[in-house]
């Protein structure tokens, strides 16, 4: 948020400012005015969150949502899948991060005839061997690569 013009955070609804269902109506109620809105910082909205047609066209995710790795029960499972020569990060953390990258890409088609651009920003995608997996569990939206 700090490195954007001022003629862009004029625009943004910002994570935090107030209540999530405070900052999404005010968001809404921008883009039914005809004015711009940028909601930012939030990953608490990606989840069980319905703004349809205009109210959301654009998702950019600027990286992989993986689970935190200190999370106790991520730790233990983890330490359970390795003691048993089990690769944790691939049997845990993906399936986690393909989960939450579908629910997002969820928040931008809600109806028939919601259109939208979801961006995903971070390049493990392309160098990392499950970019790949990851990739082709997402819902089958036209895709530019890039």
């Keep these: 948020f700090d490195q954007l ?3 862009i955070t004029a625009k943004v609804l910002v994570q935090g400012q107030e209540p999530l269902q405070q900052l999404i109506k005010r968001h809404c109620q921008r883009v039914d005015d005809g004015h711009g809105s940028i909601l930012m ?4 909205a990606g989840e069980g969150t319905d703004m349809r047609g205009k109210h959301c066209t654009n998702v950019i ?4 949502p993986f689970p935190v790795p200190s999370d106790p029960i991520l730790a233990t ?5 390795e003691s048993r020569n089990l690769n ?4 845990l953390s993906v399936p986690h991060a393909i989960r939450v990258l579908t629910q997002f890409a969820g928040r931008l088609i809600r109806s028939t005839t919601d259109t ?5 920003l971070d ?3 392309l160098t990392k061997g499950y970019g790949k997996r990851i990739l082709s569990a997402l819902p089958p939206f036209g895709r530019k690569i890039g």
């Design 5 to 7: 013009p001022a003629r």
């Design 123 to 125: 390049s493990r995608l």
């Design 61 to 64: 995710i600027t990286q992989l």
């Design 116 to 120: 939208g651009s979801i961006h995903l």
């Design 88 to 91: 944790s990060f691939a049997m």
């Design 77 to 81: 499972l983890s330490e359970w899948y």
């Design 41 to 44: 910082g939030l990953q608490s």
